[in-house]
């Protein structure tokens, strides 16, 4: 299965603890395609989207349209998760591109990764040219990098 960073799918989110979104609801993919699509990896990274209005960098808005939100919506950063690829229910389509941005903002913030060094979509890029997994340079995807040393 391929999906873009950005697609709205509808994921079924329980058994849920505390706090964590409850439900069938939509969400936004956030994990490298290529790590998706590859069946070794049965795991996706999402992030819940609400109804209810959010402030900040941690709950960017979601327009209705394309993506498949019928109403104004909002992506909760703070609620980022891996998800069994068998949670997926329905796909949809993607948000358009700055509202992934201001996703990709958040989750620098959230992550405390260095926004200094570039965008988080630079890095996904990068990676995405190193493969999935394994150290750069590596034909071996389960290389460590002290493999790699000697």
Same mark, same amino acid.
């Given at each position: 299965?391929?999906?873009?960073?950005?697609?709205?799918?509808?994921?079924?989110?329980?058994?849920? &603890? *505390?706090?964590?979104? !409850?439900?069938?609801?939509?969400?936004?993919? &956030? +994990?490298?395609?290529?790590?998706?699509?590859?069946? !070794?990896?049965?795991?996706?990274?999402?992030?819940?989207?609400? $109804?209810?209005?959010? #402030?900040? /960098?941690?709950?960017?808005?979601? +327009?209705?349209?394309?993506? *498949?939100?019928?109403? =104004?919506?909002?992506?909760?950063?703070?609620? &980022? !998760? +891996?998800?069994?690829?068998?949670?997926? =229910? =329905?796909?949809?389509?993607?948000? /358009?591109?700055?509202?992934?941005?201001?996703?990709? #903002? $958040?989750? /620098?913030?959230?992550?405390?990764?260095? @926004?200094?060094?570039?965008? %988080? $979509? @630079?890095? @996904?890029?990068?990676? @995405?040219?190193? $493969?999935?997994? *394994?150290?750069?340079?590596? +034909?071996?995807?389960? %290389? !460590?990098? #002290?493999?790699? %040393?000697?």
């Amino acid at each position: 299965m391929t999906l873009e960073r950005g697609t709205i799918v509808v994921l079924g989110l329980d058994p849920t &603890v *505390g706090h964590e979104r !409850r439900g069938v609801r939509p969400c936004v993919v &956030v +994990s490298d395609p290529g790590v998706v699509a590859d069946q !070794r990896f049965p795991l996706i990274g999402i992030i819940p989207v609400t $109804g209810t209005a959010g #402030e900040g /960098a941690l709950y960017p808005a979601l +327009s209705p349209g394309e993506s *498949g939100l019928k109403k =104004r919506s909002y992506a909760l950063v703070d609620q &980022v !998760r +891996s998800v069994d690829k068998r949670r997926i =229910r =329905r796909v949809f389509g993607p948000v /358009a591109p700055d509202q992934l941005r201001a996703i990709d #903002e $958040g989750l /620098a913030l959230f992550l405390g990764l260095d @926004s200094e060094s570039g965008s %988080a $979509g @630079s890095e @996904s890029a990068e990676s @995405s040219a190193q $493969g999935p997994v *394994g150290v750069e340079g590596s +034909s071996d995807p389960d %290389a !460590r990098p #002290e493999d790699e %040393a000697s």
